[in-house]
Every structure is written in C-alpha cells, then in structure tokens.
C-alpha cells in the first residue's frame, strides 16, 4: 500500500475493519472523492478524524488528530446537485501516522508512517476479560434500547476482536481515538475493559441511552 495519501477528514474514527457509511460534504473531500474516482484503480485514501474545527465563509478549518486508518472506498452515491453532499461507504484497513502534511493542492495530502498491529503481552487473557464484560454491555443495552446490540460469532483473533469491539460501542471520539492509538490488542483490550465498566456502572445508575442506532455486526468487515 502507498505511503502517500489523500486525506478524507471525517467525525468518526475508523477502525481496521469497520465498514461504515459517511457523507462527504466539504470542498476538499468532493475533491478526494472525484480524483480517486478519475485516476482509476482502487479508491484509497486515509482517514482522520477531525479533533476540533470552524468554518469562515467558505473555508473550513480543522485540527486533526495525528492517527488514522487507511480506507477503501467501495461505494459512492452523489446527490443530483453537483454542490451536494457525497455519501462514500468506506472499510478500514491499516493503521498510519501522519509524518507529514501536504496542503498545496485542493486537498491535504499526507506521507504516513505504517503502524504494525502487534498483540502485547497476554491478548487472549485480556481478551477473556474483555470479552466477558462486552457481552455484559451488550445485555444491558439490549433491555434499555431497540434494536439493542446483537451479537453473531466473534472472532477469535485478539486483534480483531479489539477493533470489533471499539466500533460498535457508543463512545465519544476521544475515547475511539484513543482506541484507535493503542499501541497493541492487549492494551487496547484493556481500555476496553476500563470504559466497559465505567459504561455499565452509568447503565446501571441511569438505565438509559440515546436513541441512536448502534453499529450492527453484520455491518463490520469480517477480515
């Protein structure tokens, strides 16, 4: 995979695997999205989550953070009018860092530095506990809200099961990013203990949630 890419700012974290429905309404990301579509070939580009930003008149100006995740965009629906918004059906692969920005064109360009998805020390321990606190939030959240959360076969790779259950909880973009930032399953499994239980101590003092769809598992690539 190429370590220069064009950068889609979005209001979410990706994570590797999920596979996730996003509008596109800024000038830059229409002009990520036409380029890629353009050039040919598969539709690549990094997404970063934006950490705080303002627009002035026509521009838009935005902190973001320095952890993304390469994704595939594998659909794209545009609104009639030209100037609406882009709706891109992204699915995460690869962790990166960004080294360096490359704000010259019509969009930011970015030279990531590729992040390896090592395990940790004891990811199948962590993973029991983790686990097993999950399928907590998932009945707790399931008796309070509909659909609730529905759980299919999970995986068995300590990796995977970190990112799979970073997606589909409710959390605030902090929280995901700081997921998205461990720096292996086994510590990313332990953050995901530590906000299971804070969420199921909140569950269990105030029994309701907003009334916002959670992600579903069938939505979430199995690879």
């Keep these: 995979m190429d370590s220069r890419l064009p950068l889609l700012t979005v209001d979410t974290v990706i994570f590797p695997g999920l596979v996730v429905a996003i509008p596109v309404t800024d000038v830059q990301g229409r002009a990520v999205v036409r380029d890629l579509v353009e050039n040919g ?5 990094g997404a970063l989550a934006v950490r705080d930003g303002y627009e002035l008149g026509e521009r838009v100006f ?19 009018d030209e100037d609406g ?13 960004v080294s360096e920005l490359d ?7 970015a030279d990531v530095e590729w992040l390896d998805d090592e395990l940790g020390d ?16 998932a009945d707790a ?17 300590p990796s995977t099961l970190s990112y799979l259950m970073s997606a589909a909880m409710k959390l605030m973009t902090p929280d995901r990013q700081k997921l998205l930032e ?42």
């Design 62 to 80: 935005r902190s973001l953070y320095g952890t993304g995740c390469a994704a595939t965009i594998s659909e794209v629906a545009v609104d009639a």
């Design 141 to 157: 959240v399931s008796e309070i809200s509909r659909p609730g959360l529905h759980l299919g076969e999970l995986p068995d790779n």
């Design 85 to 97: 918004p882009i709706e891109v059906t992204l699915t995460g692969n690869r962790r990166f860092k």
């Design 41 to 45: 070939g598969e539709l690549v580009c």
């Design 182 to 223: 461990a720096t292996d399953a086994t510590t990313r499994l332990a953050q995901l203990v530590g906000l299971l239980d804070s969420e199921l101590d909140a569950i269990t003092a105030i029994p309701s949630l907003p009334a916002t769809d959670l992600i579903a598992w069938s939505a979430l690539s199995p690879n």
């Design 122 to 137: 004891d990811p199948l321990g962590t993973a029991t506990i983790a686990l097993e606190r999950f399928r907590k939030y």
């Design 103 to 109: 704000g010259s064109g019509d969009y930011l360009v």
